[in-house]
């Protein structure tokens, strides 16, 4: 797995980005504006709010249409939907969304509970061998000015 790296905009290459999105911060602006410079396309995955507490361990405040329609309002943002539901004890479930989007490349928050080799293996088992993962950097912390 390699960390994210600001460069050029790889032409043709569907990123996905994904995540809960409670209360859009700066920080989840920066780890998806970072995800749309890897590609020239951007799907942003949203959490379901019955998967929230399987991921955090609590249940979000904003439900998942208001955590859409906030994500998807983002200028650099392509398309944004809601993932797949995750049933407990079957983690996986949050993946099958990918089987449909096929992208050529992944990009995962540097906080993010998500096992880059689960992940792969899930891909490498269904089609996907060529999708790349990356992980992006935490944003830098902003200056409070005097």
């Known amino acids: ?3 994210l790296k600001p460069r050029r905009s790889s032409h043709g290459v569907h990123v996905v ?14 780890y998806l504006r970072a995800a749309k410079r890897l590609g ?30 906030a ?8 398309r944004a939907l809601l993932g797949e539901p995750v ?13 449909r989007l096929k992208p050529g ?5 540097y906080d993010q509970p998500v ?6 293996k899930f891909l490498n088992t269904r089609g996907l ?3 790349r993962i990356v992980r992006a950097r935490q944003a830098p912390e902003f200056r409070r000015l005097p």
């Open 40 to 69: 020239s396309r951007l799907t942003v995955i949203v959490a379901r709010d019955r998967t929230v507490p399987l991921i955090k361990g609590k249940v979000a405040r904003r439900r998942e249409r208001k955590r859409l329609a």
């Open 105 to 109: 490349m992944i990009c995962l928050g």
């Open 129 to 131: 061998r060529r999708t």
């Open 1 to 3: 797995m390699q960390k």
């Open 17 to 30: 980005a994904a995540g809960t999105f409670d209360g859009l911060h700066d920080g989840h602006r920066y």
């Open 71 to 78: 994500v998807a309002a983002l200028p650099w943002v392509d």
């Open 87 to 99: 049933r407990p004890g079957h983690p996986e479930d949050r993946f099958k969304i990918l089987l």
């Open 115 to 120: 096992k880059t080799v689960t992940l792969r």
